[in-house]
């Protein structure tokens, strides 16, 4: 059960003569009255009891007194807390009667409870800390935070790599007339050449059928002159004509297939070979968009690996803090700084920043009930209530000042002493008569 504050008095402390006050057990008691009347000194009154020699004033008696300072408290946990004297000398009684100091108390009561604008005027990322440091991930995110900048960094770099490479490989010429790879003019004069021997082959053909038919014509000659000498040289004749047969047959042959043969143009080799510098340079270009598009497309698809590794990490992180065990539902931690329900510090209300400190000086020390503040005149009385509303229904209790002598205010103190302000009677329900 939480330790809550049952009743104070305190008697010519700071500014205040004698102050008896019995604060409601859970929801706000705001102590009012003007500006320097005593209002900040009960609190102060509450923190040097509890707080120990950190809180307590460099005077605590109040300036004309010859009584010392005293101060009594009576905490729900049935401890009786009582500081008298000059130098503020504490005692602690349990409810066998047995005493103590301050040890006790410093198990029970959280310091932030006691200064609570502390905590408010941090900066966002101490705030976080704190947070972070009581739910126990403040290690594991800020590694996951380190490698979600990394990875964003990295990403960011690869993505304007792919940007640049997509852009220059849409902007570079592209050829369609070309081949796919670059041309040898050393392949091209190859085949030229080998063109040039077939043709050469082809003249030879043509040179030995001029030849035969030059030698037909001097077979005929020695035809004809054997004739003139039938009777003498028949067999020579015979022989002759069988050489002019065979000579013949052989040149016809040799005709007809030069006939059919066809010399090879290089033509479009000597035009390509003149061109080749042309062509490569296209193929070139060609290769080099090619690469480029290769090139983007590898970054593109290593800035969609690292938007997954990121997506990852801020899944990790959401994880975390959804399964770590928050002081209040909505609380997170975004990038360093504390948040509830999406906003940062700045931009919640008065009433969601108290919501959210409260919250968290509970979750430090679950045994500590109460909170004290100071100076709610800032607030309106809607989000007073509103403020209050929560107090009851989470059961904490919370004194506060506030320049005011309204009915939003439980006790008035005036000149250094308190007024317990009555809560007005119901009125009867006559629905029931």
Not at 90 to 119: C, S, Y
Not at 290 to 307: C, F, G, I, P, V
Not at 337 to 347: A, E, M, P, S
Request: proline letters at 3%.
């Amino acid at each position: 059960m939480a330790t809550k504050i049952i009743s104070l008095e305190a008697e010519n402390v700071k500014r205040l003569k004698a102050v008896h006050i019995t604060p409601s057990e859970n929801g706000l008691t705001i102590i009012g009255g003007n500006n320097k009347q005593g209002k900040t000194s009960v609190l102060d009154a509450i923190a040097c009891a509890l707080g120990g020699a950190k809180y307590k004033p460099s005077d605590l008696t109040r300036k004309g007194s010859v009584i010392p300072a005293r101060i009594r408290l009576e905490l729900s946990n049935g401890l009786v807390v009582e500081r008298k004297g000059k130098n503020a000398a504490l005692t602690v009684t349990d409810p066998a009667g047995r005493k103590g100091g301050q040890t006790i108390l410093d198990e029970i009561i959280e310091t932030m409870a006691l200064d609570l604008p502390k905590f408010m005027a941090a900066s966002d990322k101490a705030k976080a800390d704190t947070l972070l440091r009581i739910i126990g991930v403040g290690d594991q995110l800020a590694r996951l935070e380190h490698d979600e900048k990394d990875t964003y960094n990295e990403r960011l770099y690869v993505g304007r790599d792919a940007d640049k490479k997509e852009k220059a490989a849409e902007l570079m010429t592209a050829y369609n007339d070309v081949p796919a790879e670059l041309i040898s003019v050393a392949d091209l004069i190859k085949e030229q050449q080998e063109i040039l021997a077939r043709n050469g082959r082809n003249e030879e053909f043509r040179q030995k059928a001029s030849e035969l038919e030059k030698k037909e014509a001097l077979a005929w000659e020695r035809v004809t002159l054997a004739q003139a000498e039938l009777e003498k040289a028949q067999a020579r004749l015979e022989e002759l004509t069988k050489e002019f047969n065979e000579i013949s047959e052989e040149k016809e042959a040799a005709f007809f297939n030069a006939s059919k043969l066809e010399d090879e143009s290089t033509a479009e080799i000597e035009e390509r070979i003149a061109n080749i510098e042309e062509t490569n340079r296209r193929i070139r270009a060609n290769l080099d968009k090619e690469r480029a598009k290769d090139e983007a497309k590898q970054l593109r698809s290593k800035y969609n690996n690292l938007t997954s590794e990121l997506e990852s990490i801020r899944k990790a992180k959401a994880d975390l803090l959804n399964g770590a065990d928050l002081p209040l539902p909505g609380l997170s931690v975004e990038d360093g700084v504390l948040t509830y329900n999406g906003q940062k510090w700045d931009c919640m209300s008065g009433a969601e920043q108290l919501i959210v400190a409260t919250s968290i000086v509970r979750k430090l020390n679950p045994e500590c009930g109460f909170v004290l503040m100071d100076k709610l005149e800032q607030m309106d009385l809607g989000t007073l209530k509103e403020f209050s509303d929560w107090l009851e229904r989470e059961g904490l209790q919370v004194i506060a000042t506030r320049v005011s002598t309204g009915p939003e205010c439980a006790v008035i103190i005036e000149d250094g002493t308190s007024t317990q302000m009555q809560t007005p009677e119901p009125e009867p329900n006559y629905d029931e008569f």
